[in-house]
């Protein structure tokens, strides 16, 4: 078979796609020959991790990817433990959870993103900070975005006004805001939950990263490049100044949390702040809320005649921690004090460097994520939010219904934002994330019980993480680290 011809129209079909195939002039029927399909008679599968939202979207689609390309598409849902196999389910492409693409790289099972795509004007107009830093592996590009939510601040804009308050831009200011919106006295409730003054996504899963969220300004010294684990040694860091004072932090600000911060995961604090059970919550909104019952719309309905949501992007620090002289700095003026966690939850898709026809499966995750399709994709899952410039145009397409237009118009500027800050954290994107991260929620879980000091706490993470990264190997997971800060 000649691939010359094959390669050719490989290359053209992102545009025959995006921009639709230009008719030819008429000619007499007898004269004129069927046109030929880019991808005519192929066959690609795609396997989709854990999010039968976005499966189910894209089977939707189908018909629409076979008419316009030729080719035939089969969807499979696999589950997370099928990408810990060392012999992959067979697929062309996956869309998996963001944090995979360390463990699946550095096992040389993905092909990396052609360089005549990451030219071209889709690439161009994604978040900076996904396309530069969650979709790369060492210095190569290695995934197509599909969304990856970073932590936000929602808040009471009515009761922030009735306080005289503003968003908070600190942890500071969001410590003394919980404790002040603590202290109303909204209407009573008619399922007899407590006000809080803020929650917080603490159940198991989410404990480790929303402590991650809150250290990242603390970590992040525009000096130090290291923030987790030492580069060059390893050494786990985690014990340091900065992890040690966002623990304390976040314990602080639990005692105007919930009677029980511990069974909260995003969605339960989701449904909580549209209950109206508290003033402030730490997560991101999805149009995909999974609590969608009758009851709860009808309830939502009744609260929020009353109530105005604002989005903010996660408080920062004016003060940050530099490793090299070990001690607390002032940031510079003019410095931000924001850091984003990257890679918390969110999707990327990826093709298997076994694929046949590699070419032909990214031109797939592209199409599945272009200004016209993405939304139908990629908005449905609460795992993803918008992920590019020509999002930003709909922000109301990844909000809950509740959420008016200024609000959500707020919303996709602080995502916008967030993906544009110099500075960012990984969340764990290495062999072993999970090991690592279950180390963090027991640390959260036992300071905001009393069982321990946040800093012994940290002392047993630092036993706990430098126990995995021997059992894994030192040198493969060091590895593994240098290449998800981009520098192998």
Known sequence: MKL???????????????????????????????????????????????????AAAVVRLRGEWNAQTGAELQVSEIAEKDLARADLPPFDAVIAP??????????????????????????????????????????????????????????????LEKLGRRPPRTWAEYFDLARKLARLSPPPKRDGAAWAGTIEPLAPGWAGLTLLARAAPY?????????????????????????????????????????DPLRFDPASARAAFWRGQCGMMLGWPTAADPSQEKGIRQERDSKTASMRVGFVELPGSRQ????????????????????????AAGRLGMVAKRSAHPDAAFQLLFWLTDDRTGPQVCAVSPQTTLFCQANLKTPSLWVEKNVPMPAAIQYADATDAAFRHEQWLGALRLPGRAEYLAALDEAVAAAIRGQTTPL???MNVDRKWRNITDRLGLDRQRAAYRNSLGLD
């Open 219 to 259: 970590a992040k010294h525009r000096d130090n490049y290291s923030a987790l684990f030492d580069i060059d040694t390893m050494e786990p860091m985690i014990a340091g100044p900065p992890f040690v004072q966002a623990l304390e932090d976040l314990v602080a600000a639990s005692k105007f949390g919930p009677a």
């Open 4 to 54: 010359r011809p094959l390669r050719l129209a490989l290359a053209l079909g992102p545009f025959l796609v995006l921009v639709g195939c230009t008719k030819p002039q008429t000619e007499p029927a007898s004269q004129s020959a069927p046109k030929k399909k880019p991808l005519e008679n192929l066959s690609l599968r795609l396997a989709v991790v854990d999010d039968p939202a976005i």
């Open 98 to 159: 963001s944090y995979w693409l360390g463990s699946l790289a550095e096992r040389g099972q993905l092909a990396p993103v052609p360089d005549r795509l990451l030219r071209g004007a889709q690439w161009a107009g994604l978040f900076e900070l996904l396309k530069l830093r969650e979709a790369v592996w060492g210095q190569q590009a290695m995934a197509v975005p599909f969304g990856s939510p970073v932590y936000c601040c929602w808040y009471r804009a009515d009761l």
């Open 456 to 458: 012994q706490a940290m």
């Open 320 to 343: 940050v921690f530099n490793l090299t002289g070990h001690t607390w700095d002032r940031r510079v003026e003019g410095e931000d004090t924001r850091v984003p966690l990257l890679a």
